[in-house]
């Protein structure tokens, strides 16, 4: 009875002021620049690109039971991952893409494979990642048609930096009760 009665006294106040305030999402607030030392440099805002997927590889972190049966929490120094971009295959990110690939894939230096390096900047989530090591994964699929399709390119990173907003006053208080509740 005595729950009930705080729901519903819950209810009556109104949680509207425990809503988070109201967001909209644009792939126009996606910014970049793909750059290779030989080749330049191609700067995007989102046009002609229809989506940007990002994947870590492994686990960050794993747990082992020790002899005494207590759990051993450790982090794994596992980096890189993949950069699969989905593009017009009529736009200018995709001929950069396929004459970086094609330059690449034919440069007699070995060490021109490995140069290229991306910067991602989420203007409304305010993330930005910063790629190294970045190398074609293969040429992306062909498709011919009556319309202009979306290809993707796959793109693999040997390391990536990410770099978050700080919290705003309300995520500050969470993170303290979270750095209260393990100790620090």
Same mark, same amino acid.
């Given at each position: 009875?005595?729950?009930?009665? /705080?729901?519903?006294?819950?209810?009556?106040?109104?949680?509207?002021?425990? +809503?988070?305030?109201?967001? /909209?999402?644009?792939?126009?607030?996606?910014?970049?620049?793909?750059?290779?030392?030989?080749? @330049?440099?191609?700067?995007?805002?989102?046009?002609?690109?229809?989506?940007?997927?990002?994947?870590?590889? @492994? $686990?960050?972190?794993?747990?082992?039971?020790?002899?005494?049966?207590?759990?051993?929490?450790? +982090?794994?120094?596992?980096?890189?991952?993949?950069?699969?971009?989905?593009?017009?295959?009529?736009?200018?990110? #995709?001929?950069?893409?396929?004459?970086? #690939?094609?330059?690449?894939?034919?440069? /007699?230096?070995?060490?021109?494979?490995?140069?290229?390096?991306?910067?991602?900047?989420?203007?409304?989530?305010? $993330?930005?990642?910063?790629?190294? @090591?970045? /190398?074609?994964?293969? #040429?992306? $699929?062909?498709?011919?048609?009556?319309?202009? @399709?979306?290809?993707?390119?796959?793109?693999?990173?040997?390391?990536? $930096?990410?770099?978050?907003?700080?919290?705003?006053?309300?995520?500050?208080?969470?993170?303290? +009760?979270?750095?209260?509740?393990?100790?620090?």
């Amino acid at each position: 009875m005595g729950i009930t009665s /705080t729901v519903n006294l819950v209810g009556s106040i109104g949680l509207s002021m425990l +809503k988070p305030p109201r967001s /909209t999402y644009s792939f126009l607030d996606l910014s970049g620049v793909i750059a290779h030392p030989t080749v @330049g440099s191609y700067i995007f805002t989102g046009q002609g690109i229809g989506q940007i997927n990002i994947s870590m590889n @492994g $686990e960050k972190t794993f747990h082992e039971i020790d002899i005494y049966g207590n759990v051993i929490i450790g +982090k794994s120094p596992t980096g890189g991952g993949s950069l699969s971009i989905s593009c017009q295959q009529t736009s200018n990110i #995709y001929q950069w893409l396929s004459s970086t #690939y094609l330059f690449i894939v034919n440069s /007699t230096v070995q060490a021109d494979w490995a140069k290229m390096g991306a910067i991602l900047r989420s203007i409304s989530g305010r $993330e930005r990642f910063t790629f190294k @090591g970045l /190398t074609f994964n293969n #040429y992306s $699929e062909m498709q011919y048609g009556s319309d202009g @399709g979306m290809v993707t390119w796959k793109l693999l990173f040997a390391d990536v $930096e990410i770099l978050a907003p700080n919290p705003t006053d309300a995520g500050a208080a969470i993170v303290n +009760k979270v750095k209260s509740l393990v100790g620090i």
